[in-house]
């Protein structure tokens, strides 16, 4: 028997993986400029791996490479959440339709039921930040259940802004208990087999998403003007 290694991670990979963190921490804030030089040294590589990460960060719209200025951190726009959530409404509705066509039983959505009682506890502990991983869990597994690798791969290339935006407006937006229970709805229409229901809630409660957050989005940008 052959003994499995993992792959080793590239220089940049790495980088990839630590300047996305650095953008969601705020430790490169929206809106600041860092030089390549600079990067690298923070990093504690050579530019050149720093150069392919930022060239795939801003394929995913979280910097822009400017000619002999570097590496600009970009900005949430409130604009780009609003398009960003009017494919992903149609993309996720159509995946809970095609869940509950799928006849899953109750076992079979272990993890779409688990992330949803993370979702009330961390609610009824007040924690944010716990919510949000639980949220991003179950929209991650509904997609997967909705059975179309396609519509996988496009939710998974928006998803850095997504949860960026979330970041930024997690702790000025309202509770979200009604959140919670739309979960709960499209849960329970899975598990009938009730595939117009499934989307309709869906769809409903990324509507609300959509609105709670570009409106936070836009008010924030206000007060920064």
Known sequence: ??????????????????????????????????????????????RTPVREAALLLESQGLVEMRPRKGVRILPVSATDMREIY?????????????????????????????AIDDMDGAIADEDLEAWAEADERFHVELVRLGGNSRVQMIVAMMGDQ???AKASTL????????????????????LAGDPAKARRVHRDHRRHARDVLTELLDRMRLRTL
């Open 86 to 114: 009017d494919v992903l409404t149609e993309l996720e509705s159509l995946a809970a339709e095609r869940a509950a066509e799928a006849g899953y039983s109750e076992p079979q959505l272990t993890e779409l039921a688990a």
């Open 162 to 164: 997504v949860r960026r």
């Open 171 to 190: 702790f000025v937006r309202p509770l979200p208990v009604q959140s919670n229970e739309d979960h709960r709805q499209v849960y329970a229409a899975i």
């Open 1 to 46: 028997m052959t003994s499995k290694t993992a792959k080793p991670v590239s220089n940049a990979q790495r980088a990839v993986q630590q300047l996305r963190e650095m953008v969601f921490s705020g430790e490169l804030p929206a809106g600041s400029d860092h030089l390549e030089t600079e990067l690298a040294e923070r990093l504690g590589m050579s």
